[in-house]
């Protein structure tokens, strides 16, 4: 059996693969920087790391276009460094897309007990992961478009959220405040803005995710760079309106450790009785679902690359021979979830709620995926200069440079405030490689 995907997707459904991979991050996660930094400090961080992440996008998808490979930035690292190189990239991404899925969950969980309180959170997770990795199995053009049509409806969500809250805005309840975090009040407003990097790119974190559905695309040149570009506008306008809407309408304090900050910030508009607010509630899933759904997609083509490069077992190379999808992969990295999910109850880990350790776990693998990435665009611009290159990062080597030097800052940041996590991340990677290594002898030249 060919252990080639088909190409099918088209920039539309790309579009929504690049947005519903992100936008549960709109909906929860990233209120907790405001108890780092308040909510003019996050704003201050969000902008630096949106400026990352955009600089970085552009600069990705001449990689992506160049590259269309299901590995994504293994297949990048590989070539541009050899096997070691690919084999790091490869791991911080799993780690990145593998250990988002079950914050996720658990968020849609959460969500689902609000209205059924006798539904054990955890429960409703393991029914999520159950229903979206058969999904994903039934093939990527059925996943695709499911996708596209939640994220719409997440997105349409977000836009009414801010239509229903506006009449109680103010900007002063905004501003009240702004430079002091609820978590350390004492610290200095930058010491806080450093703090809440892994809260702000939780805005933006696993957009990249996209390339790893470049091998389906059935038009790389066009619908890549589309859908990259016009995702990343989408999800900076809904950031910012999202967190300045929810923190105008009352005391942004009260919203700083909660996971469901947009409930809670309509409650104070429209009260707790209010139709619009149970609307979102239930709608709030089709955001959570969305990134659920799509990261789900994205770490099954990761594992599934990795596989048939001889990194990993063989056996999750398999495509079903009727779907034609990477289904053992699919099954493995959402039993890797389960796991995680239930580990809590017998595993306190920095003194943090599972939640959190999670999204700073994530966050390092991304982080460290994005430095090997912008360093194997330099390289291959070097290396093989004739590579046919559909898209060019505009302003070469300018904006590579800057998402490469901000990946770096936001990197050493998060290990330094993160150290025990960040002992946790370097042991998986180095795990990993020593793996890899003993299967040296199956490694090939290629993703």
């Excluded at 890899?436 to 090939?444: D, I, L």
């Amino acid at each position: 059996m060919s252990a080639h995907l088909e190409k099918t997707l088209g920039t539309w459904q790309l579009w929504g693969i690049a947005v519903g991979l992100v936008i549960s991050g709109e909906y929860f996660g990233w209120s907790y920087g405001w108890g780092s930094a308040g909510t003019l400090g996050f704003l201050v961080t969000v902008g630096f790391v949106a400026t990352m992440f955009t600089a970085f996008i552009f600069s990705f998808t001449e990689l992506t276009t160049a590259i269309p490979s299901a590995g994504g930035p293994f297949a990048y690292a590989t070539r541009a460094f050899g096997p070691s190189a690919g084999m790091l990239a490869a791991t911080a991404c799993l780690i990145e897309f593998l250990f988002a899925p079950p914050a996720i969950s658990l968020a849609i969980g959460a969500y689902l007990n609000v209205q059924f309180p006798d539904l054990h959170p955890k429960h409703a997770a393991t029914v999520a992961y159950l229903l979206f990795t058969v999904l994903n199995i039934l093939g990527v053009q059925i996943a695709a478009t499911f996708e596209l049509i939640v994220t719409l409806l997440a997105v349409g969500e977000l836009i009414l959220f801010m239509t229903v809250v506006s009449p109680g805005f103010r900007w002063e309840n905004f501003l009240a405040n702004g430079w002091v975090g609820t978590a350390n009040p004492g610290d200095h407003w930058v010491t806080g803005a450093f703090a809440a990097i892994p809260f702000a790119i939780w805005f933006f974190l696993a957009i990249e995710g996209v390339a790893f559905a470049a091998e389906e695309a059935r038009d790389v040149k066009k619908s890549i760079p589309r859908a990259y570009i016009s995702g990343m506008l989408t999800l900076v306008a809904l950031a910012l309106g999202v967190m300045i809407f929810a923190g105008g309408v009352g005391d942004w304090r009260l919203l700083s450790n909660l996971n469901d900050p947009l409930p809670q910030a309509m409650k104070t508009v429209v009260g707790e009785s209010s139709g619009w607010l149970h609307m979102l509630v239930w709608l709030g899933l089709f955001g959570l679902i969305a990134s659920f759904h799509g990261i789900i997609l994205a770490y099954s083509r990761q594992l599934f690359a990795v596989a048939r490069a001889g990194h990993l077992p063989g056996w999750l190379a398999e495509l079903h021979p009727r779907f034609h999808t990477p289904y053992r992969a699919t099954i493995a990295g959402s039993v890797i979830g389960l796991i995680a999910i239930y580990s809590d109850n017998y595993v306190t880990f920095a003194g943090q709620s599972l939640t959190a350790n999670i999204v700073t776990l994530s966050v390092m693998g991304a982080l460290t995926m994005y430095v090997v990435a912008m360093l194997s665009l330099f390289r291959l611009r070097k290396k093989e200069p004739h590579l046919e290159r559909p898209f060019h990062a505009p302003l070469y080597p300018y904006a590579p440079a800057v998402a490469l030097g901000l990946s770096v800052i936001c990197l050493v940041s998060v290990i330094y405030i993160n150290l025990s996590i960040a002992l946790l991340f370097g042991g998986l990677l180095t795990l990993a490689y020593l793996y890899a290594r003993m299967r040296g002898n199956q490694w090939r030249s290629t993703p």
